[in-house]
């Protein structure tokens, strides 16, 4: 089993800033895909940032230039430094992590065996 703990979360302005980090424990492989997914009321989960187990890195459009995903190994940490943040950006964000996901479904929550509870973040405008 793989348990996976968000924090980080909280309220922002619109252009300020947030870092959400996952703690990794539990039977886990460098091999696992790590990714951080966020759902909004009324709207379904969507994949914002995903790194595979070669280090490369896939972003949802709405993110892209302003949230990056990183990964310490040493401490079994996976970040999502968030940028520019925006009103539409408020939502419930998790961590979630996969054996093997394919390249074309990298953003699909479907793929992803493991979640955390998730951590919110709101941004005013």
């Known amino acids: 089993q793989v348990q996976l703990v968000e924090s980080g979360g909280g309220s922002v302005q619109a252009g300020g800033s947030l870092r959400l980090s996952c703690a990794v424990s539990g039977y886990f492989y460098s091999s696992y895909c790590m990714g951080w997914f966020r759902q909004a009321p009324g709207k379904e989960r969507e994949g914002v940032a995903i790194i595979d187990s070669d280090g490369s890195t896939n972003y949802a459009d709405s993110v892209k230039g302003r949230f990056t995903i990183s990964q310490d190994n040493a401490k079994n940490t996976l970040y999502l430094h968030m940028n520019s943040l925006k009103p539409e950006d408020t939502a419930m964000y998790y961590c979630?992590?996969?054996?093997?996901?394919?390249?074309?479904?990298?953003?699909?929550?479907?793929?992803?065996?493991?979640w955390g509870q998730g951590t919110q973040v709101t941004v005013s405008s």
């Open positions: 979630a992590a996969a054996a093997a996901v394919p390249r074309w479904l990298l953003l699909h929550q479907g793929q992803y065996a493991y």
